[in-house]
C-alpha cells in the first residue's frame, strides 16, 4: 500500500521558516517526481513546486520563487519544501504527490497524493 505522508506544518510569524517533509512508503520516490500543492480556503488548490525524478530538475511557482526550496534525500525516501520569509497569503493546506510522468503542476498526472499539513503565517 502506497502512502504519502507530510508533516512540519504548524504556525509561524510573517517572515518566519518552515520545512515540510513528504515521507513515502510502499513506494521509491527516486522513480517518481514529486509535486507540493496548496490549498488555501476558498481557493483551488494550486502547484506550488515540483522536482523530477532522476536528475532532480525543479520548478516554483511565480509566487514563491526564491523563498522556497524542494529537495530530496532518496536515502530516507522523503522529499523536502524548504519555506522561508513566510507571507500569510502562504496559509494553506499543503499536499505532496507523486508522477510517473512530466507534468509539473498538473494535477491529474498525479497519481499518489498525501492527506496535507496546515501552515498557517499569522502574527
Known amino acids: 500500500q502506497v502512502q504519502l505522508v507530510e508533516s512540519g506544518g504548524g504556525l509561524v510569524q510573517p517572515g518566519g521558516s518552515l520545512r515540510l517533509s513528504c515521507a513515502a512508503s510502499?513506494?521509491?520516490?527516486?522513480?517518481?517526481?514529486i509535486g507540493w500543492f496548496r490549498q488555501a480556503p476558498g481557493k483551488e488548490r494550486e502547484g506550488v513546486s515540483c522536482?523530477?525524478?532522476?536528475?532532480?530538475?525543479?520548478s516554483y511557482a511565480d509566487s514563491v520563487k526564491a523563498r522556497f526550496t524542494i529537495s530530496r534525500d532518496n536515502a530516507k525516501n522523503t522529499v523536502y519544501l524548504q519555506m522561508d520569509s513566510l507571507k500569510p497569503e502562504d496559509t494553506a493546506v499543503y499536499y505532496c504527490?507523486?508522477?510517473?510522468?512530466?507534468?509539473?503542476?498538473?494535477?491529474?498526472?498525479?497519481?499518489?497524493w498525501g492527506q496535507g499539513t496546515q501552515v498557517t503565517v499569522s502574527s
Open positions: 510502499g513506494v521509491t520516490l527516486s522513480n517518481y517526481g
Open positions: 522536482i523530477s525524478r532522476g536528475a532532480g530538475s525543479t
Open positions: 504527490a507523486a508522477r510517473s510522468g512530466n507534468g509539473c503542476f498538473l494535477q491529474p498526472y498525479y497519481t499518489y
